[in-house]
């Protein structure tokens, strides 16, 4: 049995200093204690600081235990360790922000002056104009007499009293004048009978008769020279008929009437009457005959035109295309077919706008429409795909001409194929805009919309709801759709006849 009496173990490095507590383990060799004397009961303790399995002289038991306390003062810093090895070359940055517009340049020099544009087209003939007033009463002529140079006899024989010179058509026989029937038809002296008209005139006054109405002889062929005029003129006073009629061969492919205009000038022209005329109207014959067929050589824009069509008046239309059904001429709802591309310089304005095709699956039996999507202004759209890279960033390029198209941009982006978010992080500039994710090499699917701003879009804005005005105001494009007759339509087709 012994005890162990350790003193001075923990030592303060000052008084009142607040040092942080260490625990040290401490290794003794304690021997027995003594017997009698002052020291009796005490043992005798060596501390050793070199191992925990030291060795303990003869007697002497190893002990080891821990003390806890303060730490000691901060030691001296060591050297600065070598240079660790080179890292990897880092992904490359987004592209920075635009920089600022550049000075304008100096203007450039003038030019050269362009050839002269091809004259335009010859317009159309305007509507005859108002008969004038009647003009005034013109001044009397001269009287003449028997006795003042010249004396006209009952066999109407004129005398020259003043000795004259015989002008054309006359002959002078000393102081006598009389006309030269070999030159001037004198007087008519035939007559025709009831139902009958003079056809020709002989130079006796004898005259030929036919047919009241006559006719040509065919085949007819005529030039005249008449500026501003008609070369040919016929005139049908009868109600419901025709001033001139045509009809081909039975088993030819000519034409009923046929046109032909030199220069700028017009193959056929026609005027309708004052009231609702129609200036040509055609009917085709047969499943494929065409009521109006046209070919051009050379026309608008020095491209062969095979009809051309002038609207006038505040109301007038360049060209009007009614389905057969509409006037009863058939069951045909098609207005117009076109086969080829048509060309709209304006705005093409239709109650409803689909595409058509043959149904790919079953080309020899169906159709395949599908409706345009409408919307409130002319707007724009482009989509596609980008895919985010290693820090989650994607670059979309839009074409060059996108910002000098359009203006007022909107965004729609969809993940693809993971759970992650996606954000436009910088908007459309220099046709371009930047998507990020929050996980990297992420798919996404993006659309852009915007409105149009071209000069073409900004001087013909579009004006949602529109007022009826003029002929409109009261009129349906959709009559039977609101319960009203169809002769309420805006697009009431005119009354024809064949």
């Known amino acids: 049995m012994f005890s162990i009496l350790l003193v001075g173990l923990l030592v303060a490095t000052g008084a009142g200093a607040s040092i942080p507590s260490a625990t040290r383990v401490y290794t003794a060799c304690v021997g027995q204690p003594a017997q009698s004397g002052a020291g009796r009961g005490v ?14 002289p003869g007697g002497m038991s190893l002990v080891n235990w821990n003390q806890t306390g303060p730490q000691g003062p901060k030691g001296d810093k060591g050297d600065q360790g070598i240079q660790g090895p080179k890292g990897d ?49 013109g001044a009397p002529g001269p009287t003449y007499s028997a006795g003042t140079c010249i004396a006209i006899d009952a066999s109407n024989v004129i005398s020259d009293t003043c000795q004259n010179t015989a002008g054309f058509g006359l002959t002078l026989t000393g102081s006598q004048l009389a006309v030269d029937t070999n030159t001037v038809q004198g007087r008519v002296t035939g007559t025709c009978t009831t139902g009958n008209a003079i056809q020709a005139i002989a130079s006796d006054g004898g005259v030929t008769c036919g047919a009241a109405g006559g006719s040509l002889t065919l085949p007819f062929s005529g030039t005249a020279n008449v500026p501003n005029g008609n070369a040919f003129t016929v005139r049908n006073d009868g109600a419901n008929g025709h001033g001139i009629a045509g009809v081909s061969g039975p088993t030819s492919a000519s034409a009923g009437v046929a046109g032909l205009g030199q220069s ?14 129609i200036g040509v109207v055609g009917f085709g014959a047969g499943s494929t005959g065409a009521g109006i067929q046209g070919l051009g050589p050379s026309g608008l824009g020095g491209h062969g035109d095979g009809l051309q069509g002038f609207g006038t008046g505040a109301t007038g239309h360049g060209l009007v295309a009614v389905s057969p059904a509409s006037e009863g001429f058939g069951t045909g709802t098609i207005a117009a077919a076109f086969l080829g591309d048509v060309t709209v310089a304006g705005t093409l304005t239709a109650s409803d706008k689909h595409f058509r095709i043959d149904d790919p699956l079953d080309p020899a039996h169906k159709y395949l429409v599908h409706a345009a999507i409408e919307a409130p202004a002319m707007e724009t759209f482009y989509d596609g795909i980008v895919r985010t890279d290693v820090h989650g960033i994607g670059v979309v390029t839009l074409p060059r001409y996108f910002e000098a198209l359009n203006t007022d941009f909107k965004y729609q982006l969809t993940v693809i194929g993971t759970f992650a ?78």
């Open 421 to 498: 978010q996606a954000i436009v992080k910088k908007e459309i500039e220099n046709n371009r805009f930047v998507v990020a994710t929050n996980q990297p090499n992420v798919r996404v699917s993006w659309q852009v919309t915007a409105v149009r701003k071209d000069p073409y879009a900004r001087a013909h804005p579009l004006v949602v709801e529109q007022p009826k005005t003029g002929s409109d105001l009261g009129r349906y494009l959709f009559p039977q759709g609101y319960g009203v007759r169809r002769s309420l339509g805006v697009l009431v087709p005119k009354p024809v006849r064949r």
């Open 43 to 56: 043992a005798a303790v060596a501390l050793l600081d070199t191992s925990l399995s030291g060795t303990c």
């Open 264 to 277: 700028a000038g017009n193959g056929v022209f026609g005027q309708g009457g004052p009231t609702n005329g």
């Open 89 to 137: 070359k880092g992904d490359p940055g987004i592209q920075g922000p635009k920089g600022d517009k550049g000075d304008q340049g100096s203007q450039g020099i003038q030019g050269e002056k362009g050839d002269k544009g091809d004259a335009g087209l010859q317009g159309i003939q305007g509507e005859k104009g108002d008969k004038g007033d009647k003009g005034d009463p």
